[in-house]
């Protein structure tokens, strides 16, 4: 399995996702600060990844202090915490992570030093591991959905680069694989990062999965003419109605599906789902460097001075998602129902 991401005695590792697919280098971070870094820049991407990510780096800020008390090391704790939460606005499985590293560090209360940074470090080797559980059991809920043969279609990369390994969206249809389902796989390119043809290809291609890359335009024309059969994507960050913010062109393909008659899944772990948010029009929309939209490969692609649009995500309305797959099972419209019960562990509720 692929490692996006771990916990070494040198530091932080992260597969560099930037240099992929021609080049599989590595980066390993010894600060919060350069964990913050390969979230913002992408080194490292994905809701789930990001969250196992943001916990690493506060495990390891934490690690270095040489703070002298407890009331020190908690004061450090907050500012780690800013500077790793100002890294991606839009992915909730980073404040997700951020609060479940600080209420670890609140049930250390009068423990030494020593104590607070192992169970720290420890605690978010444990999000490392739940992670990868989770997208293997959301996996086989999933498969259960996709055609036993024919085309799917997926946007962006949901896989195990986008997860601490195995994926969401990707690991359903991994898990589909494995069941003996015949699918053959459709990967959006996804502008401007091109998170589909270059991650996504790469990860199947390694699989040994049949995988076909699309540009982003294509996707339409190929649900008319009968290529695809179902569609799954990731998310990241589900308001409690049932809305999805995706990466950008998410949308799109969405409301393609409904005119096709093509069911269109949503694949993501329960620390996605934002109960406090109530509906799409609340979530917040990173918007990234323009240069990702004018330049490829580091060719100008644009004229100088044209007004540029770079939102990272947009918002699918729960009315074009026919289900969302959790690792706690299957969550259907209404959405505010049956999201609320998964998050608390009702899974007879929406069986």
């Known amino acids: 399995m692929i490692e996006t991401l771990e916990w070494t005695d040198a530091g932080v590792r992260f597969i560099d996702q930037t240099k992929l697919p021609t080049e599989e280098t590595y980066v390993v971070c010894t600060t919060h600060g350069q964990v913050a870094d390969v979230i913002r820049t992408m080194v490292v991407r994905g809701a789930p990844a990001i969250g196992v990510s943001a916990a690493m780096g506060i495990a390891l800020g934490v690690k270095n202090s040489v703070a002298a ?54 605690e978010s080797k444990r999000m490392h591991a739940e992670d990868i559980a989770a997208n293997q059991a959301m996996g086989r809920h999933g498969a259960t959905l996709m055609p036993s043969s024919g085309g799917v279609l997926t946007h962006c990369n949901a896989g195990a680069l986008a997860t601490a390994g195995y994926g969401t969206a990707l690991g359903v249809i991994r898990a589909a694989v494995e069941a003996g389902k015949k699918i053959h796989v459709y990967a959006d390119e996804t502008r401007p990062f091109l998170q589909g043809s270059r991650l996504t290809a790469w990860e199947l291609m390694k699989d040994g999965i049949s995988t076909t890359v699309i540009s982003d335009n294509m996707a339409g024309a190929m649900m008319r003419r009968g290529k695809i059969q179902a569609i799954v994507v990731g998310a990241d960050r589900i308001a409690a109605n049932g809305d999805v913010a995706n990466k950008i062109g998410t949308y799109s393909v969405a409301v393609l599906a409904k005119e096709h008659g093509i069911p269109f899944y949503v694949a993501a772990p329960i620390s996605t789902v934002d109960l406090a948010t109530p509906d799409g029009s609340k979530i917040p929309i990173e918007q990234r460097n323009a240069k990702e939209v004018t330049h490829i490969g580091g060719r100008q692609m644009v004229p100088d001075g044209v007004s540029v649009e770079n939102p990272a995500f947009d918002v699918t309305p729960a009315k074009y998602v026919e289900a969302i797959i959790t690792e706690r099972g299957i969550a259907r419209a209404p959405y505010g129902e049956s999201l609320l019960a998964l998050a608390n562990e009702e899974v007879a509720a929406v069986r």
């Open 69 to 122: 008390s407890e009331s020190e090391l908690r004061r450090e704790f907050d500012e780690i915490a800013r500077i790793i939460g100002e890294t991606r606005p839009t992915a909730v499985n980073l404040f997700w992570a951020i609060q479940r590293m600080k209420a670890k560090l609140d049930s250390l209360r009068g423990k030494s030093i020593v104590e607070i940074k192992s169970a720290l470090i420890e």
